[in-house]
């Protein structure tokens, strides 16, 4: 099945600035969109393996790649389309000696992470002290370190932030995430959050060096923009060191719930972040 385009969906895919923001709201055909820009840049000669498309959720990637594969004919299987954190993983296994770093045994589940701060959290009593039963629960510890690496701060960052705010809470977190942070590095362990952070300073390291993973795209796709964080904006940044271009779809109206630590700055100050881009509605 082609799919039909109106003519603003037609301008969204087929737009030729470099960097391009589209605004849609929700049964507006934000995904059809996208498909038809990849579609496009196919049509146009493109090289598949040089457009890199990232969602945040795998449901949502593996739908895309359906609907990619239908559409184009491709087989999608190996292609570089997929969420933010499979990106990563495949940059931390193949790039983590620009790092100095020993590649990861293996991705943490949530019930290990939690088992790892309980365990710390015992060992290390006296930094809990001053916290109420809520703050000291595994999944509270972890909402704050996830929150630290959302924003790329350091256990040191962290430290440092909750020493100004002298508040007995951050304090005791950032102490644990220290700790946290210095066990996954003596094990060779590795959890979500901590992913996205190496790779950032991967693709810097590329960047900075011979260009060699990120000059593999010319076109990057992003859905649901509204969701990106800090982190992930910094991926981005990297990335597009090399000269790619820039398309990302998004609902300007559901940035208002911060999904997963996202700001709503980047989609609402796109113009800001990224030069002279055209907005399509």
Known sequence: MIITLNLQQHHAATVTANHALVLAGPGTGKTSTLVARYKHLIDNGIDKTSILCCTFARKAADEIKER????????????????????????????????????????????????????????????????NFEDKIPSSILSSIDGYRDRLMTPEDASIE????????????????????????????????????LAVQIFKADADGDKSFISQYQHILVDEFQDI????????????????????????????????????????NFEHYFSNPEIIT
């Open 68 to 131: 990619i594969q239908k559409q184009t004919n491709i087989n999608t299987n190996a292609l570089p389309i997929g969420t933010f954190h499979s990106l990563a993983n495949r940059a931390v296994n193949s790039l983590a000696h620009l790092i100095n770093l020993d590649v990861p045994k293996n991705v943490l589940k949530e019930f290990e992470r939690k088992s790892i701060i309980q365990r710390l959290s015992s060992e290390n009593a006296h930094i809990c002290k001053k916290l």
């Open 162 to 197: 909750a020493g100004e705010c002298d508040d007995d809470i951050k304090i005791a977190h950032s102490e644990l995430y220290a700790l946290y942070d210095q066990h996954l590095t003596e094990n060779g362990l590795i959890d979500y959050g901590r992913m996205i952070e």
């Open 229 to 268: 964080n800090y982190a992930q904006k910094c991926m981005l940044d990297e990335l597009l060191r090399s000269g790619a271009s820039l398309w990302v779809v998004g609902d300007d109206d559901q940035a208002i719930y911060g999904w997963r630590g996202s700001s709503v700055k980047y989609i609402l």
